[in-house]
């Protein structure tokens, strides 16, 4: 089959997108243009409000009640989708247009079979025989390199894991070979190893199968791995587009800037070059102002020039010739304008040791009634959520602790602040042992030194309460305070080091952003001016330009305080920014430990090797050498006998990490390895992420 | 929002942030124009509750008093009253009656179900917070009662212990208690698992403070409308256990007891059952189209 790559597969014109609720109209989407050419991977970048599912929904013709075209033409294959009939447009739903959500599990019906799923598309949409449909299902199981097909048809999805199902979804998607392949997210729920591995699917798959992409994401680093060209989306509207290449090098939009000032880079640095997050909000679709509708958080915002009329996109020539941009100043602007704003700040001193956790063991005892247990008598069960833990903290340094979901690290913070014990081993905070102290039986001081940020800003904070209540609490609690008056003086300067305006005193949660409630989270945290705080993925569930804004507020108030910092985060650039030292966990175990600078060169546990590579770089210029890691994470509750990375291992040296538990080898004074591959071999690996010259990466932060 | 805000600016003012509660809950309230249902259910509540707070400025006659027996509405008696809905047997006004009768029942199903909340939401709390032993042994008792048909139960105590007003809210509260507490616990066990629990729990508040302060005010919603929808029960009950002859003693006027009194004469003078069951079923309709409009808009927001 010869693909035409010129063949125009989507064309969009001047769409305006509208929601019709109580409130009146909702302007979702406006004046959006796109046109995808066969073969083709197109990217829709932007945070959550921007309506890039909006865009997705139209082109499936999928509005739900409230929404509407209001303006414009969506055209597939020449054709214009709104003269369509409805049985026009559900033969090309699935058929010709396919589209993978974020939630796999979600997306598959818990009750039915792969295989029914799978050949259920084929028989409905092309007739096939049961037999036939199964067949090519099996094949495309195969081409979404999922290993043992056959055994995978016949499993439920909550049988298998969260990458697997989102194989599967893909590879229903593709089965009917469509035209055009809509991607809302597709990565966002799993971890970064199993994102990878997707990516690198993704990628292969449209080359293979000529099928064009619309790919949604709100992650900058994945889109220069899968997209052709991008578009960045503002408040309903591209702000630029073009080229991957054009965009990443030579990005003209002020919203574009503020993007990837907000990404922790690689020669991004939480003192020296701290992150800069864009001042404001998202605009509300209601009240968007007149012209730009970045202007207010604009730092080059000039009256009567940027809200002025409604502002259309212009060319900006050069190299891609269609690369536009949302933007009438867009020749004076320079990308450095952001950059140079930055002021560095001082780095803290970091004085004794603070935390020791030495042999940490814990697990959860589960008790089997199954007839099968009661026969063997193996009726109580151990989930190994942590194992041989072993790592200090000084104070004012941050450690982070980074690790793919079901690595223990949440179970970790949990014991440091009581809410569970230590099996076995100790924790000793400042020299006491607080493993197997629950919280109930902590001391009121013991308490306030030890303090916790959440990671759902939803869930942080109590609906029913006003933040000047929540924070206010903290401080009675904790003694700092007795008089109301005075109480609320700090509650007040706590507001203002958050940088929160003051009338949020007031304020009921949900009447905050989800940034926001983060800061208050952070706030109640430091309230009690604890020594060290643990932060549980802080920032993994905002916005890029929210989590910019709350990482520096996280970091002003680790400075003020001079606390230590346990951050704990799958999310090794943000980890790499801000933490002095790292602490890389995998299957309740540490694989590696060492400064922030020795984690991230060789030599290398091969797990924080695969990490490292699945990380994905908002950088053109930096090289970065593939490891797509296979299978999946095993049971913690039957965890393998030997190394627990051993059946992921891509350097895998026998049948001893299989057997054995490997040695903790120390590379540096604190930096160890547990890896049965001796040291000199593991330093001779070629460093996984290389950064471009020194001159040159100099001249560019200039 | 706007006064708020300068309050903040200038000094402050202690009393505002209970202000500021009761001001968001009639705001909460004013939300419910937006259910037509619910507004429906709220004029016939109303309606009820002034009709019973005005009843002697209302009633045309002494509910007590004897007239001429068994007159049919709109009749005139020979010394020319006019009695819009009738009389009863013994010659009481029933009008009058209807109206004073509000009285009770607005008293008492309130009362009984309020003081079944307040066992429900102890035992809901304790039985979910605490787990464990609180948690199997609450439960079982609550399975235990929950498993007699309410009105056994009901017959079974004010049978054996006597009619009279707290007797009836007692078991009242015990053949719906179980049933709260099972609502609460389960909003409890979802509550308990939020991260601002796992905050105050490692601020070291006490259990008291996170069973009343952070768990409690979070379950309000559910709460609410299984309250108003429990009122509408209870004001069933209510009439029933009077019917059944286990209601307050006589004279005073009592829905369901004067449907029982009527009864024999149901087929000759139909209005003397009719009129009272009309009563209650429209002060229960109301607390249903209440409840349903408290949920619709719990729903939207």
Same mark, same amino acid.
């Given at each position: 089959m010869t693909i035409d790559y010129n063949e125009t597969v989507l064309e969009i014109e001047g769409l305006c997108l509208s929601y019709f609720i109580r409130a009146g109209e909702v302007p979702a989407v406006v004046d959006f243009d796109l046109k995808l050419h066969r073969g083709e991977a197109v990217g829709l970048v932007?945070?959550?409000?921007?309506?890039?599912?909006?865009?997705?929904?139209?082109?499936?013709?999928?509005?739900?009640?409230?929404?509407?075209?209001?303006?414009?033409?969506?055209?597939?294959?020449?054709?214009?989708? &709104?003269?369509m009939s409805g049985e026009q447009i559900r033969q090309i739903r699935g058929k010709e247009i396919a589209m993978v959500y974020q939630e796999p599990m979600a997306a598959l019906n818990p009750s039915l079979s792969i295989a029914t799923q799978m050949t259920e598309v084929l028989v409905f949409h092309e007739g096939a025989a049961i037999h036939d449909a199964y067949e090519r299902s099996l094949n495309m199981l195969r081409d979404v390199h999922i290993p043992?097909?056959?055994?995978?048809?016949?499993?439920?999805?909550?049988?298998?894991?969260?990458?697997?199902?989102?194989?599967?979804?893909?590879?229903?998607? #593709?089965?009917?070979?469509?035209?055009?392949?809509?991607?809302?997210?597709?990565?966002?729920?799993?971890?970064?190893t199993v994102e990878a591995g997707i990516v690198e699917l993704i990628a292969e798959l449209s080359s293979k199968f000529g099928t064009s992409l619309l790919y949604i994401s709100?992650?900058?680093? #994945?889109?220069?791995?899968?997209?052709?060209?991008?578009?960045?989306m503002y408040s309903g509207e591209v702000v630029e587009e073009g080229s991957v290449e054009s965009i990443f090098s030579n990005p003209k939009h002020p919203y574009t800037h503020g993007l990837f000032g907000c990404i922790p880079m690689l020669h991004t640095d939480k003192n020296a070059h701290p992150l800069v997050a864009i001042p404001g909000q998202l605009p509300l679709p209601h009240e968007r102002p007149q012209g730009c509708y970045f202007g207010p958080r604009c730092h080059s915002f000039k009256g009567a020039v940027c809200d002025a009329e409604e502002i259309s996109m212009s060319k900006i020539g050069g190299e891609d010739r269609n690369h536009r941009v949302r933007c009438p100043r867009w020749e004076e602007i320079k990308k450095d304008d952001s950059i140079n704003r930055v002021v560095a700040k001082k780095p803290i001193d970091t004085g004794s040791t603070v935390l020791e956790v030495e042999n940490m063991q814990k697990y959860y005892v589960m008790h089997d009634n199954s007839l099968g247990a009661l026969m063997t008598g193996k009726r109580?069960?151990?989930?190994?959520?942590?194992?041989?833990?072993?790592?200090?903290?000084?104070?004012?340094?941050?450690?982070?602790?980074?690790?793919?979901?079901?690595?223990?690290?949440?179970?970790?913070?949990?014991?440091?602040?009581? @809410?569970?014990?230590?099996?076995?081993?100790e924790v000793?905070?400042?020299?006491?042992?607080?493993?197997?102290?629950?919280?109930?039986?902590?001391?009121?001081? @013991?308490?306030?030194? @030890?303090?916790?940020?959440?990671?759902?800003?939803?869930?942080?904070?109590?609906?029913?309460?006003?933040?000047?209540?929540?924070?206010?609490?903290?401080?009675?609690?904790?003694?700092?305070? &007795?008089?109301p008056a005075k109480i609320k003086d700090r509650v007040l300067q706590l507001l203002d080091s958050i940088k929160m305006p003051r009338d949020s005193y007031f304020r009921m949660p949900r009447q905050l952003s989800g940034g926001q409630k983060q800061r208050v989270g952070i706030a109640r945290a430091f309230a009690g001016q604890p020594k060290t705080v643990i932060a549980d993925e802080p920032i993994s569930a905002l916005d890029v330009s929210v989590a910019a804004a709350v990482t520096e507020v996280l970091m002003d108030m680790q400075r003020n305080y001079?606390?230590?910092?346990?951050?704990?985060?799958?999310?090794?650039?943000?980890?790499?920014? #801000?933490?002095?030292?790292?602490?890389?966990?995998?299957?309740?175990?540490?694989?590696?430990?060492?400064?922030?600078?020795?984690?991230?060169?060789?030599?290398?546990?091969?797990?924080?090797?695969? #990490?490292? &590579?699945?990380?994905?770089?908002?950088?053109?210029?930096?090289?970065?050498?593939?490891?797509?890691?296979?299978?999946?994470?095993?049971?913690?509750l039957d965890p393998p006998r030997g190394c627990p990375f051993s059946t992921r291992c891509f350097r895998k040296v026998g049948n001893i990490c299989d057997e054995e538990l490997p040695p903790v080898q120390f590379a540096a004074d604190r930096h160890a390895i547990a890896c049965h591959i001796p040291l000199e071999e593991l330093e001779a690996v070629e460093p996984v992420i290389k950064l471009p010259d020194r001159d040159e990466n100099v001249h560019r932060d200039v | 929002m706007k006064k708020n805000n300068e309050n903040l600016s200038g000094k402050i003012v202690p009393a505002s942030s209970v202000?500021? +509660?009761?001001?968001?809950?009639?705001?909460?309230?004013?939300?419910?124009?937006?259910?037509?249902?619910?507004?429906?259910?709220?004029?016939?509540?109303?309606?009820?509750?002034?009709?019973?707070?005005?009843?002697?400025?209302? +009633?045309?006659?002494?509910?007590? +008093?004897?007239?001429?027996?068994?007159?049919?509405?709109?009749?005139?008696?020979?010394?020319?009253?006019?009695?819009l809905l009738g009389t009863d047997q013994i010659g009481r006004d029933m009008l009058s009656r209807l109206i004073f009768g509000a009285r009770r029942v607005l008293i008492f199903a309130p009362l009984a179900t309020f003081s079944a909340y307040l066992v429900g939401i102890v035992m809901g709390l304790l039985a979910g917070y605490r787990g464990g032993w609180w948690d199997i042994v609450l439960t079982r008792v609550g399975d235990v009662i929950l498993s007699f048909p309410p009105i056994v139960l009901y017959i079974v105590i004010i049978g054996v212990v006597g009619a009279t007003a707290i007797n009836i809210v007692a078991a009242i509260i015990l053949a719906s208690g179980p049933g709260i507490m099972r609502i609460v616990r389960g909003l409890v066990l979802d509550i308990r698992t939020r991260e601002y629990i796992a905050a105050a729990e490692t601020r070291g508040e006490s259990d008291l403070f996170i069973?009343?302060?952070?768990?409690?005010?979070?379950?309000? /919603?559910?709460?609410?409308?299984?309250?108003?929808?429990?009122?509408?029960?209870?004001?069933?009950?209510?009439?029933?256990?009077?019917?059944? /002859?286990?209601?307050?003693?006589?004279?005073?006027?009592?829905?369901?007891?004067?449907?029982?009194?009527?009864?024999?004469? +149901?087929?000759?003078?139909?209005?003397?059952?009719?009129?009272?069951?009309?009563?209650?079923?429209?002060?229960?309709?109301?607390?249903?189209?209440?409840?349903? /409009?408290?949920?619709?808009?719990?729903?939207?927001?």
């Open positions: 932007g945070e959550s409000g921007c309506g890039k599912s909006t865009v997705a929904n139209a082109i499936m013709q999928y509005m739900g009640n409230t929404g509407a075209i209001v303006k414009g033409k969506v055209k597939f294959m020449g054709n214009d989708m &709104s003269e043992d097909p056959e055994r995978l048809m016949e499993s439920y999805p909550h049988q298998i894991s969260g990458g697997q199902q989102q194989r599967v979804v893909i590879a229903m998607a #593709l089965l009917l070979n469509p035209s055009l392949l809509l991607l809302d997210e597709p990565t966002t729920a799993l971890d970064v709100h992650n900058l680093g #994945l889109m220069l791995e899968v997209c052709d060209r991008i578009a960045v109580v069960k151990y989930v190994k959520a942590n194992e041989q833990i072993n790592f200090r903290a000084a104070q004012g340094e941050t450690v982070a602790i980074v690790g793919e979901s079901g690595c223990g690290k949440s179970t970790f913070a949990k014991v440091l602040v009581g @809410l569970e014990t230590v099996t076995k081993g000793r905070l400042e020299g006491v042992d607080i493993g197997s102290m629950p919280v109930k039986s902590r001391s009121p001081e @013991l308490l306030s030194s @030890l303090q916790m940020i959440f990671q759902n800003p939803n869930d942080t904070l109590n609906p029913s309460l006003s933040v000047g209540m929540q924070i206010g609490r903290v401080i009675k609690r904790f003694g700092l305070e &007795s008089d001079a606390t230590t910092l346990l951050f704990i985060s799958h999310d090794l650039s943000t980890v790499r920014y #801000l933490s002095d030292r790292i602490v890389v966990m995998y299957l309740g175990q540490i694989m590696e430990r060492g400064t922030t600078s020795e984690v991230f060169s060789p030599p290398y546990h091969p797990y924080t090797e695969a #990490l490292l &590579s699945a990380v994905p770089i908002a950088d053109l210029s930096v090289e970065k050498r593939r490891i797509v890691l296979e299978g999946t994470l095993p049971s913690p | 202000g500021l +509660a009761f001001k968001r809950a009639v705001k909460s309230f004013a939300l419910l124009k937006e259910s037509r249902i619910g507004m429906a259910g709220l004029f016939l509540v109303v309606l009820w509750i002034l009709i019973a707070i005005f009843a002697p400025l209302i +009633a045309p006659y002494d509910p007590l +008093a004897n007239f001429q027996p068994f007159l049919k509405p709109g009749m005139v008696d020979s010394k020319g009253n006019l009695f069973m009343l302060v952070e768990i409690l005010p979070n379950a309000r /919603g559910p709460l609410i409308v299984d309250a108003c929808l429990r009122l509408g029960f209870v004001t069933i009950t209510i009439g029933i256990l009077a019917f059944l /002859g286990l209601g307050l003693p006589p004279p005073e006027p009592d829905w369901g007891g004067m449907v029982n009194e009527a009864r024999v004469f +149901a087929l000759a003078f139909p209005h003397m059952t009719l009129f009272p069951c009309i009563a209650i079923s429209s002060l229960v309709l109301g607390f249903n189209l209440l409840a349903d /409009g408290l949920r619709e808009i719990s729903l939207r927001d």
